[in-house]
Each structure stands twice: as structure tokens, then as C-alpha cells.
């Protein structure tokens, strides 16, 4: 069952991450097993992952983290905690940078495994037909206090 997108202020409530380091903009879709999200915060000079002007592609591994953690919360009912980044598998980037990129960035988030105390998704993101960042990312949610 596919529900109705999801706007930024919606997504901060949802994900650990607030203000300008809340990369992403809309949530366009989601089931219990995916999500895709589009952003276009990669084009804002204010983004706090930008060095000297300049979005390093690699840095899009932490839309996709967020897009990972959102689609957590929507399917657990709750806010997504903090979790820890275990493992990067079969990261490949086909750009060397983000901040040039006209289209907006979708990102695509694919569960393969979801537990209380962590999960793995395969994860793409792309520029209108072009893929530019992919791989599996394994996390794991700190526990409570």
C-alpha cells in the first residue's frame, strides 16, 4: 500500500536529524519494504556538508541514510532514534560531485533487513535518468537509555 507524500517540516518530526541538516525535502512514496524522496537541498549554498562551495558526491550516502532512517520511523509507527552507520557495501559513485546537478535527487531505499535494533537497505540515487551514487548500508539504532 502506497500512502501520501510526506513535506520537510513532517519528515523533521520523523528523523534525528533538524534544521539545515535535515537534507531531505519530500518523501513521495513509501511501503513497508521502500521509499523514494526527492530533494533538492544538494543545490543550496547553505548545506552543511559543503566545503569550499563544493558537495563531495560521497556526501550523498547521508541522504540516503536519512531517506533509510525516515522510512524506519513510517513503518515502525515512531521516531526514528539515533543509529550508527556499521557497514558501506558496493558504494559506487558514478559523479564526483552533487552541488552542479540541476534535477532534483532521488533517492531510493530498498529494506532488506529491518529489526528493533538495526536494519540493511540497498540504496540508490539519481538526477532525471541518471544514477549517480548506489550501495547497501547497514545500521545500527543506539540502544535506550
Same mark, same amino acid.
Given at each position: 500500500?502506497?500512502?501520501?507524500?510526506?513535506?520537510?517540516?513532517?519528515?523533521?518530526?520523523?528523523?534525528?536529524?533538524?534544521?539545515?541538516?535535515?537534507?531531505?525535502?519530500?518523501?513521495?512514496?513509501?511501503?513497508?519494504?521502500?521509499?523514494?524522496?526527492?530533494?533538492?537541498?544538494?543545490?543550496?549554498?547553505?548545506?552543511?556538508?559543503?566545503?569550499?562551495?563544493?558537495?563531495?558526491?560521497?556526501?550523498?550516502?547521508?541522504? #540516503?541514510?536519512?531517506?533509510?532512517?525516515?522510512?524506519?520511523?513510517?513503518?515502525?509507527? #515512531?521516531?526514528?532514534?539515533?543509529?550508527?552507520?556499521?557497514?558501506?557495501?558496493?558504494?559506487?559513485?558514478?559523479?564526483?560531485?552533487?552541488?552542479?546537478?540541476?534535477?532534483?535527487?532521488?533517492?531510493?531505499?530498498?529494506?532488506?533487513? +529491518?529489526? #528493533?535494533?538495526?536494519?540493511?537497505?540497498?540504496?540508490?540515487?539519481?538526477?532525471?535518468?541518471?544514477?549517480?551514487?548506489?550501495?547497501?548500508?547497514?545500521?545500527?539504532?543506539? +540502544?535506550?537509555?
Amino acid at each position: 500500500m502506497l500512502t501520501p507524500p510526506l513535506l520537510r517540516q513532517e519528515i523533521e518530526q520523523l528523523v534525528p536529524h533538524r534544521g539545515a541538516m535535515c537534507l531531505l525535502d519530500r518523501a513521495v512514496l513509501w511501503d513497508f519494504s521502500q521509499i523514494l524522496c526527492e530533494t533538492e537541498r544538494h543545490r543550496d549554498p547553505g548545506n552543511p556538508l559543503r566545503r569550499d562551495g563544493l558537495l563531495p558526491a560521497v556526501c550523498g550516502v547521508e541522504f #540516503a541514510l536519512q531517506a533509510m532512517a525516515l522510512h524506519g520511523a513510517l513503518t515502525s509507527g #515512531a521516531p526514528q532514534p539515533v543509529g550508527f552507520v556499521s557497514s558501506l557495501r558496493d558504494l559506487a559513485l558514478h559523479v564526483d560531485r552533487l552541488e552542479d546537478l540541476a534535477d532534483p535527487l532521488r533517492i531510493e531505499a530498498v529494506a532488506l533487513v +529491518a529489526e #528493533a535494533s538495526g536494519f540493511i537497505y540497498r540504496f540508490g540515487i539519481s538526477a532525471g535518468d541518471r544514477l549517480l551514487i548506489e550501495g547497501q548500508a547497514a545500521i545500527i539504532i543506539q +540502544a535506550s537509555a
